[in-house]
Nanobody, 128 residues
Framework: QVQLVESGGALVQPGGSLRLSCAAS????????LAWFRQAPGKGREAVAT????????RYADSVKDRFTISRDNDKNTVYLQMNSLKPEDTAVYYC?????????????????????WGQGTQVTVSS
């Protein structure tokens, strides 16, 4: 059974940094993509970044490029989201998601509906 457990959310001041973690278990990671999404109050769930486990390729939303970095610890099967230069508009619940790349029409997807497995979310609040 696929299980994703996020941690690391917190209250941080604008301009600060935070690292989120997502521990994945219950599946063989080959052929999967790990992704971070976020959902702000009153808004839809949007992709932040994806990590293709097979080749390490990454994708980022334009809003977080050059500020956020997605990475993975192979031994721990944990994916991280390093967030720098945080802005108030980054405030949201951040979710980890995963699914097989072969189920996605055009490779690692930035669409929430393409992922079947989700964590419970972790709150990130950027405020002074």
């Amino acid at each position: 059974q696929v299980q994703l457990v996020e941690s690391g959310g917190a209250l941080v001041q604008p301009g600060g940094s935070l690292r989120l973690s997502c521990a994945a278990s219950g599946f063989t990671p080959d052929g999967y993509v790990l992704a971070w999404f976020r959902q702000a109050p009153g808004k839809g769930r949007e992709a932040v970044a994806t990590f293709n486990i097979d080749d390490g390729a990454t994708r980022y939303a334009d809003s977080v490029k050059d500020r956020f970095t997605i990475s993975r610890d192979n031994d721990k099967n944990t994916v991280y989201l390093q967030m720098n230069s945080l802005k108030p508009e980054d405030t949201a619940v951040y979710y980890c998601a995963t699914d097989r790349v072969m189920t996605m029409i055009s490779g690692p997807s930035m669409m929430a509906l393409d992922y079947d497995y989700w964590g419970q979310g972790t709150q990130v609040t950027v405020s002074s």
